[in-house]
């Protein structure tokens, strides 16, 4: 009799009590009866090298990276797709049959087939996009923007030198502002989207004015808490279709699940729920 070894992954994080992996996964894996577990793993950074260097023998076939590791687990990878080089962090690892590790991100993946199925109508190369913030998720979305036919991002901003440290990677079709004049980017954008923390609980309010911003354009966060923004509120106000940033999470998880699990999960209404009961 043979024994058929159960697939194990999981997410690596430190801290990680409050990552929704675990649910969105484990959702995925009894949604379509498959066998696997998916485990949160609290690892220091100090342990992120022995520890992923240890999975392939104690039964993995990957796992997800998240903060503080996300950087360091593309350094450590044997090897990289090419939108994690250029997004520059990892947050998909497979293991190969040697142990080896491969390195992905699917953020940027994750961002544009939420946008994608929750605004089919929603074309890219329309219009500029405007994007508030310029950190790990703002990067991953420019990326993602360019490749999907952006033909040109407006980056603002509060810390203008990080904008224009990320826009230096891309050449000219990104273009830094002030963020004084935040409010000027959004004119006659086909896409708005806001990666800072302003608005979510606790943080300062978003105060910026989206009145340049038109109704044609797609609006979306990437703050999932509350689902809906206060940039969301502004721009449904003006009129424009809204996404939340819950989607964009569910859907970064899809790339992974597959290739460890074998089979392409779905991002659907009763997996949002779940996830937010959560
Ligand atoms: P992430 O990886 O999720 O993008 P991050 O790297 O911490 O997170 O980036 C947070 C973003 O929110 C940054 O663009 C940050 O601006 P700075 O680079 O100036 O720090 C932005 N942000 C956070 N708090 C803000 C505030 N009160 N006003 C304006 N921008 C803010």
Not at 40 to 50: G, I, K, R, S, T
Not at 60 to 77: D, Q, S, Y
Request: proline letters at 6%; a negative charge.
């Amino acid at each position: 009799m043979s024994h058929k070894k159960i697939p194990l992954a999981g997410v690596i994080g430190h801290p990680i009590s409050h990552s929704l992996s675990p649910a969105l996964h484990g959702y995925w894996l009894r949604q379509y009866g498959l066998a696997g577990h998916y485990v949160p793993m609290d690892v220091a950074p100090e342990d992120l090298e022995p520890v992923l260097r240890g999975l392939h023998k104690a039964g993995f076939v990957g796992c997800n990276i998240t903060i503080p590791h996300k950087e360091a687990a593309l350094a450590l990878a044997d090897e990289v797709t090419e939108r994690a080089r250029l997004i520059g962090s990892a947050n998909t690892l497979v293991l190969g049959a040697d142990g080896r590790i491969h390195a992905d991100n699917t953020d940027g993946f994750g961002f544009i087939a939420n946008l994608k199925q929750s605004a089919p109508e929603w074309e890219p190369s329309a219009g500029p996009a405007a994007v508030l913030g310029a950190g790990g998720a703002s990067r991953a979305i420019i990326v993602s923007l360019l490749e999907a036919g952006a033909p040109e991002i407006r980056l603002c901003n509060r810390t203008r030198a990080r904008a224009e440290a990320l826009a230096e990677a891309f050449g000219p079709k990104v273009k830094v502002y002030d963020w004084a004049d935040a409010a000027s980017i959004f004119d006659r954008v086909a896409t708005a989207i806001n990666t800072t923390s302003l608005g979510m609980a606790g943080q300062p309010p978003f105060d910026i004015s989206l009145d340049l911003l038109p109704a044609t354009a797609l609006a979306a966060d990437i703050v999932y808490v509350p689902l809906v923004t206060a940039f969301l509120q502004k721009a449904q106000a003006r009129g424009c279709k809204i996404v939340d940033g819950l989607g964009m999470l569910l859907h970064q998880g899809c790339p992974g699940f597959e290739r460890w699990f074998g089979r392409t999960p779905e991002v659907t209404e009763a997996l949002r729920a779940e996830v937010l009961g959560k």
